[in-house]
């Protein structure tokens, strides 16, 4: 019984810090939705498709 006493305070502030969590990506994600609503794309614009493949071709130090 004691053990369950001292672990429902570390259980709840996990629980509230990660219901915090969430309301603040979700805050992050109206926000970039806004921004987002606001692009307009143009069709003269150029455009540039490139892959960065340079991790593939880099050397592994670190082992």
Known sequence: ????LREKPTLTFHTEAERHARLEKNARLRE????????????????????????????????
């Open 1 to 4: 019984m004691m053990s369950s």
């Open 32 to 63: 970039l939705r806004s921004h987002a609503s606001w692009i307009v794309l143009d069709p003269d614009a150029p455009f540039h498709d490139e892959i960065d493949c340079s991790a593939i071709f880099e050397e592994k130090t670190s082992r």
